[in-house]
């Protein structure tokens, strides 16, 4: 059986992982991204430059959700339950 390369997480099990690592047990968690933006003339040639932005993820993050937002209206999949969470 070949050996896996490469595994892929939803944004669901991304929050958990974060919310596991931090030993957090209450209080509701959305992960999000730190964002760099750089912006210039891009192209592949003079002629065919164009302005445009690139956007890099610096880094992830997870934030507590207050009680009141309306994330927690819809149930939105990046946001986890800490208290929800079973026993790693």
Do not use: C, H
Request: charge should be negative; proline fraction near 8%.
């Amino acid at each position: 059986m070949a050996e896996p390369t490469q595994y892929s997480f939803t944004l669901q099990e991304l929050a958990e992982l974060l919310v596991r690592k931090q030993g957090i047990t209450e209080g509701r968690w959305a992960v999000g991204f730190d964002l760099s933006i750089g912006v210039g003339i891009m192209g592949p040639n003079e002629v065919d430059a164009r302005p445009g932005a690139m956007i890099q993820i610096s880094g992830v993050n997870i934030s507590k959700v207050p009680p009141d937002s309306p994330a927690n209206a819809n149930e939105a999949v990046f946001i986890v339950d800490a208290a929800a969470l079973p026993s790693a």
